[in-house]
């Protein structure tokens, strides 16, 4: 279920998806890194931005000092992502074109960390089992994922998810999920759970404004292999 032509309309024409105009960098990005300092966990240089959009999180940990590799599918948010690179002339960030439903263009072990800011919501079922196994690939040993993802209790969604967790954005045509707590645990439950919450704030989404209400996961690749 490719969602590349609803997000490229949403690059083009609709922006109505908050992220999509945003520069400020995730409020969960920031709490992750409070939360590892606050945890002395010390975080690897390698970090993979998943559904990078227009560079909001890659430019501001770039600007940290981090390597940041970016990965997305939609050419009008790379060319964006890509002169926000350029003019903040960062030299330690890589933005790839690429499908994460698909194998993903990197070698083993590859990232000390990676991180899904409301990009893993744009796939179905069978794809999110193959990403997952991919992610557990090329994450190294020890490394953290961190997912920030639509949570049952949203107040847009909440009335408007089909049985199976799914809903169609119907300005846009994009289908999108929601993850109860046990899918979450299901689908990472080769990783070792770090963190989990929920966190809630208010955000304008196309008509009003809405208490918006969304997963925030941290998960620890295991050290010791496990059967892909
Ligand atoms: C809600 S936006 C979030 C963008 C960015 N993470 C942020 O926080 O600003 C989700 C992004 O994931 C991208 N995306 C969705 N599905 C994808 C896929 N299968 N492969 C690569 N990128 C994808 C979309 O094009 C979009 O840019």
């Not at 998806?17 to 995730?26: F, H």
């Not at 690897?44 to 940990?61: C, F, K, M, S």
């Not at 955000?203 to 941290?218: A, K, N, Q, S």
């Amino acid at each position: 279920m490719s969602q590349l032509k609803a997000w490229e309309k949403e690059y083009t024409k609709i922006r109505a998806i908050p992220t999509t105009t945003r520069q400020t960098p995730s409020s969960a990005v920031v709490s992750f890194l409070d939360f590892c300092r606050q945890h002395n966990i010390q975080l690897g240089q390698n970090v993979l931005d998943i559904g990078a959009g227009t560079g909001r999180n890659l430019i501001y940990l770039a600007k940290l000092g981090f390597s940041v590799t970016g990965v997305e599918f939609a050419d009008p948010a790379i060319a964006v992502m890509l002169s926000k690179v350029r003019k903040n002339q960062l030299r330690n960030v890589k933005v790839i074109k690429a499908d994460i439903a698909e194998k993903l263009p990197f070698s083993n072990a590859t990232f000390e960390w990676a991180i899904d800011i409301v990009t893993t919501v744009s796939l179905d079922d069978n794809e999110i089992v193959k990403f997952e196994k991919e992610l557990y690939r090329i994450i190294k040993p020890n490394g953290l994922f961190l997912t920030y993802v639509h949570s049952p209790a949203d107040e847009y969604l909440k009335d408007k998810v089909n049985e199976d967790g799914f809903y169609k954005v119907p300005e846009l045509g994009l289908v999108e999920r929601i993850f109860t707590k046990q899918k979450l645990l299901q689908i990472y439950s080769r990783w070792e759970l770090v963190a989990l919450e929920q966190k809630s704030f208010k955000d304008r989404f196309l008509d009003r404004t809405y208490t918006r209400t969304l997963w925030w996961g941290i998960f620890r690749r295991p050290k010791n292999p496990t059967t892909l």
